[in-house]
């Protein structure tokens, strides 16, 4: 008797209905994917531009470091690579400097500059350190 009474209960999900749902948590499963993999380019783009910032605040205070007199020479342009996640980024290193003011034909004030240039996914950035450097 007790397995005519199981038999006849027929409380469950048809076959329609485990589909639906299925479809349901695939699309927020779908969304939370999505999420993650902008959530980790966005990561990975503000690492790449705090290395390129790094690297122009190092070279910036290298060139205020220097005695006054050796900023009228000619820098060229260098790559310094970057560790980004354990891989080498490579950024493009620019230094110049150009006189602001002068005492007598004599350099008084010096403009520096440091342009750090690099691409992630084909997008070009920069970052640029400027300061101000006055004869003590």
Partial sequence: MRQQTLLKNSDGFTLVELMAALV????????????INV?????????????????????????????????SSPYTTFVENGKIRGADKPYTVERTSQVLAS????????QLMVNVRWSLRNANYQNEVVTVKVRP
């Fill in 24 to 35: 349901i948590v695939a699309v927020g499963m779908f969304g939370v994917l999505q999420m």
């Fill in 39 to 71: 959530t980790l380019q966005h990561n990975l783009q503000n690492e790449v531009r705090n290395e390129g910032v790094r690297i122009g605040e190092k070279y910036m205070t290298d060139l205020r470091g220097k005695a006054f007199g050796v900023y």
């Fill in 103 to 110: 005492d007598g034909g004599v350099p008084s004030t010096y």
